[in-house]
């Protein structure tokens, strides 16, 4: 079982690969973490929307090689139109993340010959789940921070925007009202989100994301992670798990990962997870 101490050197796996794959006529990088021995099983990583993808980089990749390190082989990969994968951001919808998402668990199998399990954080773990609904074959789904409500989140980015857009204008003197304004407009119905452009058809399907509704296919075991300074779930995130047969929240003490660039701990959220993964040998 994977652990580390503060202090202690981070566990790598053996080997870390680059690997590329295709999702239609698009070419994605990604990086493929190896177990020491025999590979128990296999995960691909989704990684979150825009800034948050940039904060949450370092415990993506530290989480990649503790699980690795459990003998749990990973694949982790950027969308298109994200890092080094080709497209530009702009360009795409989340009907073609998810089609990056199905390309990746083809790869990973492909590469490891063992089950393959998807773990997400934020929006990547509501595509995890998206693609678990058609894809039930998928071995585990482990979903940190869900983006439960996509209306709720595009209000709170936007809100956000808008303030940092405010702030900027008033210490250059000029009105507020117009920098409201263009925190919202990039050109015609694409608005922006911390500074990455979102076009109208990814904000409306963003806006269409509800996790709880309707029934679920998936019958997997499923891993629902609340991060945050809670001894209990967010509700919405219990009401989630409780929407799967075999569906488990848990509360961990964890700084949000997410919302800010630089060294944050995430070992307890690592450790739950891999302790999650060691149960369903």
Request: net charge negative.
């Amino acid at each position: 079982m994977w652990s580390r101490n503060a202090g202690d050197p981070v566990v790598t796996a053996t080997e870390e690969r680059l690997v590329t794959f295709n999702s239609g006529e698009q070419r994605l990088h990604g990086v493929l973490h190896l177990p020491q021995d025999d590979i128990r099983r296999a995960l691909v990583f989704c990684h979150p929307f825009a800034e948050e993808k940039k904060c949450a980089h370092r415990t993506m990749v530290e989480a990649a090689r503790g699980c690795a390190a459990a003998g749990c082989a990973v694949l982790r990969f950027d969308h298109r139109g994200c890092g080094d994968s080709a497209g530009s951001f702009g360009e795409f919808s989340l009907r073609e993340w998810r089609m990056d998402i199905e390309a990746a668990l083809d790869c990973a199998e492909a590469q490891t010959q063992s089950p393959v399990g998807l773990l997400g954080l934020r929006l990547g773990a509501t595509l995890a789940a998206g693609v678990a609904e058609s894809r039930p074959g998928v071995a585990c789904l482990v979903l940190w921070e869900p983006i439960v409500n996509g209306a709720r989140y595009i209000k709170q980015n936007l809100r956000r925007s808008m303030i940092k857009a405010m702030m900027t204008r008033h210490e250059g003197g000029e009105d507020s009202e117009g920098a409201a304004s263009e925190a919202h407009a990039l050109g015609e119905g694409t608005v922006d989100f911390d500074g990455y452009p979102v076009s109208e058809q990814m904000r409306q399907q963003m806006e269409d994301v509800d996790l709880l509704a309707g029934e679920r296919d998936y019958t997997g075991p499923v891993l629902v992670l609340s991060l945050g300074a809670r001894d209990e779930p967010h509700q919405a995130l219990k009401d989630l798990a409780n929407v799967y047969p075999r569906g488990t929240a848990i509360a961990v003490h964890q700084e949000p990962v997410w919302q800010r660039i630089g060294v944050i701990d995430a070992d307890a959220t690592v450790s739950t997870t891999v302790q999650w993964l060691s149960r369903l040998e």
